[in-house]
């Protein structure tokens, strides 16, 4: 792989559900330039600064090389290893261990080159299935327990971006942030054009509320409140579309009384919106057609009741009949899917997983394994657990208790710092051959560097673990690692695309989808309709109708929250410190606060303080604005200490979180603080 060349690839960044084409212009083991694809047909040619950042990961003299062992937990006690003593020493553990007693957990570092595909997940999970460990879904840190909320509903596919742009006539960000989904944009800016209104609703005035016609700004862990007050409005004054509640829902007698007590003005002095704002959205939204939601993929669902904003809002397109219809419905959201969309999900191997003791895929159960010593060893595939699980302190506890944690990754991260024992060094996304899947697209992301130094994908070490650990030989039956992507590709969906027929067309595929969600108004339920009335949740002991519950009364008096940034990204690449022009531009954490909570405290902007609460505090910088309303506070995710301030508690019961073939055990991730100067 020598002399010069330009390489079609994707970012590795894996903002879903707007994935971004990129061209890298390579020469002998090195990077020379990264820029946006023009044929792209989802980015079009855009590139963000996070895109633009990914050339920094080749050749970065922070980069994992060789694996390192340490018998000692210390900064001190790492030592260079060959690849069979690190890998005979983790076999060795796993059989000491148990399966059982074995947990094997990934992040959006895994996906940097097969978000969409899953294909790396998939083998990790291939490979807990045929060992009989504890495998966890990694959906539960990110957009798992808002689709559970949408689901329990029944409309979890979404319509395009393109359908949006060409179609909606009223586009309501509810939570959703273009920093997240920044290839949405384009398409926001179209539907403008064409005279729709945009309205953005978020705990802060985002990036998305400088494209918006109206800003509307309410409590944190208030959005289900919010859903019943437009419900009252558009029931009680009939704006209801009665053809489609009669044919394809159930329940609407019993939410039309359920709602009658859900007054905009009950829903004012709960969200601190103006009732009459509320009324006004209410008729807007129920008499302009079509009429979509896009609904935040995942910062807005982390609170105790954040499942039940996505259910209650998903009701909405319900009663006003702009499901199944172009422009209509729910919109982008990340990890949802259009209408047609799908894998063939075979390479699971469902059917070899033995029976056994498994630890649920809820968060604050695995926090629990850890801590009790049911999980004793641990491996890691890209991600930072000590940055991404809530209420860290106790994670910390469980990770320091563990046999031996073994973390593979491309950097070193807050969890290999403090707790690894064995860190193994991976591949990049232009190292080896993967595969992408946007709402729309597939696009093979071909291999462009040979692999620095001892560097190894998790494909690799899954196969030689496996002979060290007496698997099945049937555990990796491919010949090279086209054959686990065509294995997934192979679906109806995908046109049973496989790596030589995607390499043959230039590495972009079309899917097999419609722009349209749920066009044959058939849905997520048991009874097909969307369901208002759930007696799948009443069985799971949750509310059968759409409900708001507070969040925990608290002493503290600011509700904090966290979300994504236009430099971040989730916690792979260290959470972008690894990465020069991230780490510059976004250099220390730093916390939004009101002008009047700052002033009540003596803060000026740019002061050090201290951010704390019962579980523990953290340090930063305040960031003093008018964008973000007294009582909040925000602060980008991901920062080293930042979770040790959120609650590790579960959302939803055990029985709950496999209801859906993603992971919905996320912990509450709530949090009451108190601010003081340093």
Same mark, same amino acid.
């Given at each position: 792989?020598?002399?010069?060349?330009?390489?079609?690839?994707?970012?590795?960044?894996?903002?879903?559900?707007?994935?971004?084409?990129?061209?890298?212009?390579?020469?002998?083991?090195?990077?020379?330039?990264?820029?946006?694809?023009?044929?792209?047909?989802?980015?079009?040619?855009?590139?963000?600064?996070?895109?633009?950042?990914?050339?920094?990961?080749?050749?970065?003299?922070?980069?994992?090389?060789?694996?390192?062992?340490?018998?000692?937990?210390?900064?001190?006690?790492?030592?260079?290893?060959?690849?069979?003593?690190?890998?005979?020493?983790?076999?060795?553990?796993?059989?000491?261990?148990?399966?059982?007693?074995?947990?094997?957990?990934?992040?959006?570092?895994?996906?940097?080159?097969?978000?969409?595909?899953?294909?790396?997940?998939?083998?990790?999970?291939?490979?807990?299935?045929?060992?009989?460990?504890?495998?966890?879904?990694?959906?539960?840190?990110?957009?798992?327990?808002?689709?559970?909320?949408?689901?329990?509903?029944?409309?979890?596919?979404?319509?395009?971006?393109?359908?949006?742009?060409?179609?909606?006539?009223?586009?309501?960000?509810?939570?959703?942030?273009?920093?997240?989904?920044?290839?949405?944009?384009?398409?926001?800016?179209?539907?403008?054009?064409?005279?729709?209104?945009?309205?953005?609703?978020?705990?802060?005035?985002?990036?998305?509320?400088?494209?918006?016609?109206?800003?509307?700004?309410?409590?944190?862990?208030?959005?289900?409140?919010?859903?019943?007050?437009?419900?009252?409005?558009?029931?009680?004054?009939?704006?209801?579309?009665?053809?489609?509640?009669?044919?394809?829902?159930?329940?609407?007698?019993?939410?039309?009384?359920?709602?009658?007590?859900?007054?905009?003005?009950?829903?004012?002095?709960?969200?601190?919106?103006?009732?009459?704002?509320?009324?006004?959205?209410?008729?807007?939204?129920?008499?302009?057609?079509?009429?979509?939601?896009?609904?935040?993929?995942?910062?807005?669902?982390?609170?105790?009741?954040?499942?039940?904003?996505?259910?209650?809002?998903?009701?909405?397109?319900?009663?006003?009949?702009?499901?199944?219809?172009?422009?209509?419905?729910?919109?982008?959201?990340?990890?949802?899917?259009?209408?047609?969309?799908?894998?063939?999900?075979?390479?699971?191997?469902?059917?070899?997983?033995?029976?056994?003791?498994?630890?649920?895929?809820?968060?604050?159960?695995?926090?629990?394994?850890?801590?009790?010593?049911?999980?004793?060893?641990?491996?890691?595939?890209?991600?930072?657990?000590?940055?991404?699980?809530?209420?860290?302190?106790?994670?910390?506890?469980?990770?320091?208790?563990?046999?031996?944690?073994?973390?593979?990754?491309?950097?070193?991260?807050?969890?290999?710092?403090?707790?690894?024992?064995?860190?193994?060094?991976?591949?990049?996304?232009?190292?080896?051959?993967?595969?992408?899947?946007?709402?729309?697209?597939?696009?093979?992301?071909?291999?462009?560097?040979?692999?620095?130094?001892?560097?190894?994908?998790?494909?690799?070490?899954?196969?030689?673990?496996?002979?060290?650990?007496?698997?099945?030989?049937?555990?990796?039956?491919?010949?090279?690692?086209?054959?686990?992507?065509?294995?997934?590709?192979?679906?109806?969906?995908?046109?049973?695309?496989?790596?030589?027929?995607?390499?043959?067309?230039?590495?972009?595929?079309?899917?097999?989808?419609?722009?349209?969600?749920?066009?044959?108004?058939?849905?997520?339920?048991?009874?097909?309709?969307?369901?208002?009335?759930?007696?799948?949740?009443?069985?799971?002991?949750?509310?059968?109708?759409?409900?708001?519950?507070?969040?925990?009364?608290?002493?503290?008096?600011?509700?904090?929250?966290?979300?994504?940034?236009?430099?971040?990204?989730?916690?792979?690449?260290?959470?972008?410190?690894?990465?020069?022009?991230?780490?510059?531009?976004?250099?220390?954490?730093?916390?939004?606060?009101?002008?009047? @909570? $700052? *002033?009540?405290?003596?803060?000026?902007? !740019? %002061?050090?303080?201290?951010? &704390?609460?019962?579980?523990? =505090?953290? +340090? #930063?910088?305040?960031?003093?604005?008018?964008?973000?309303?007294?009582?909040?506070?925000?602060?980008?995710?991901?920062?080293?200490?930042?979770?040790?301030?959120?609650?590790?508690?579960?959302?939803?019961? @055990? $029985? *709950?979180?496999?209801?859906?073939?993603? !992971? %919905?055990?996320?912990?509450? &991730?709530?949090?009451?603080? =108190?601010? +003081? #100067?340093?």
């Amino acid at each position: 792989m020598t002399g010069r060349r330009t390489v079609r690839t994707m970012c590795p960044m894996s903002c879903h559900p707007t994935l971004c084409g990129m061209l890298v212009e390579v020469e002998d083991g090195r990077v020379l330039s990264v820029g946006g694809d023009k044929d792209n047909p989802d980015s079009r040619g855009f590139l963000c600064v996070r895109g633009q950042a990914a050339g920094e990961i080749i050749g970065n003299p922070k980069r994992l090389l060789r694996p390192l062992i340490r018998a000692r937990r210390s900064a001190d006690g790492w030592r260079e290893a060959g690849w069979d003593e690190a890998l005979d020493l983790i076999a060795a553990r796993m059989k000491a261990a148990g399966r059982e007693a074995v947990g094997l957990w990934s992040g959006h570092g895994l996906f940097a080159n097969n978000y969409g595909t899953r294909v790396g997940a998939h083998l990790l999970r291939r490979f807990a299935n045929f060992f009989g460990c504890q495998w966890w879904s990694p959906t539960i840190i990110c957009w798992g327990l808002g689709a559970f909320g949408i689901g329990l509903t029944g409309a979890l596919e979404v319509n395009t971006k393109e359908d949006m742009g060409e179609h909606s006539r009223l586009i309501v960000l509810w939570g959703a942030n273009l920093a997240s989904q920044p290839n949405t944009g384009r398409y926001l800016s179209a539907a403008r054009r064409r005279g729709a209104h945009v309205v953005t609703i978020d705990v802060r005035e985002t990036e998305t509320a400088g494209q918006s016609d109206e800003f509307i700004v309410l409590k944190p862990g208030t959005d289900a409140a919010l859903a019943l007050g437009l419900m009252h409005v558009i029931i009680g004054e009939r704006r209801h579309d009665h053809d489609f509640v009669a044919k394809h829902t159930i329940g609407f007698e019993a939410l039309a009384d359920h709602v009658k007590a859900a007054s905009p003005e009950w829903a004012a002095a709960i969200t601190g919106i103006p009732a009459e704002r509320i009324a006004a959205l209410a008729r807007r939204y129920a008499d302009t057609r079509p009429a979509m939601i896009l609904i935040g993929g995942s910062s807005m669902h982390k609170g105790a009741n954040g499942w039940q904003g996505g259910r209650a809002i998903a009701c909405l397109p319900a009663l006003t009949g702009d499901l199944g219809v172009p422009g209509g419905g729910l919109g982008p959201r990340h990890g949802a899917r259009t209408h047609g969309q799908d894998l063939n999900n075979d390479i699971l191997a469902l059917d070899r997983r033995p029976l056994g003791r498994y630890v649920p895929d809820q968060m604050s159960r695995i926090t629990e394994a850890l801590v009790d010593g049911r999980v004793r060893v641990l491996l890691l595939a890209g991600t930072d657990m000590m940055s991404s699980f809530a209420e860290t302190g106790r994670v910390g506890e469980g990770l320091e208790r563990s046999d031996l944690v073994v973390v593979h990754d491309l950097f070193m991260n807050d969890t290999a710092r403090r707790f690894a024992d064995v860190v193994l060094p991976s591949t990049s996304w232009l190292e080896e051959v993967g595969c992408k899947s946007t709402n729309t697209h597939l696009y093979l992301t071909e291999q462009a560097l040979e692999p620095p130094g001892e560097t190894r994908s998790l494909a690799w070490i899954l196969r030689q673990l496996a002979p060290r650990l007496g698997l099945a030989a049937d555990f990796y039956p491919w010949v090279d690692d086209d054959g686990p992507i065509d294995a997934v590709l192979d679906h109806p969906s995908t046109g049973h695309a496989t790596v030589a027929a995607l390499r043959a067309a230039g590495g972009i595929g079309a899917l097999r989808i419609s722009h349209v969600a749920h066009p044959d108004r058939r849905f997520d339920t048991p009874s097909g309709k969307v369901e208002f009335y759930s007696e799948r949740a009443l069985t799971l002991g949750l509310p059968p109708l759409p409900v708001f519950e507070p969040l925990p009364a608290s002493s503290y008096p600011l509700a904090f929250r966290q979300g994504r940034t236009l430099t971040q990204f989730h916690g792979f690449y260290d959470h972008g410190r690894a990465l020069p022009s991230l780490a510059a531009a976004d250099p220390e954490p730093r916390l939004w606060i009101a002008q009047n @909570d $700052a *002033a009540a405290r003596g803060l000026a902007d !740019g %002061a050090r303080i201290r951010i &704390f609460n019962e579980r523990g =505090e953290f +340090e #930063a910088r305040a960031l003093v604005t008018r964008r973000i309303p007294a009582g909040t506070v925000w602060m980008r995710d991901g920062w080293e200490g930042l979770n040790e301030l959120t609650s590790g508690r579960p959302c939803i019961p @055990d $029985a *709950a979180v496999g209801l859906f073939p993603f !992971g %919905a055990g996320q912990a509450a &991730f709530d949090a009451m603080v =108190e601010v +003081e #100067a340093v």
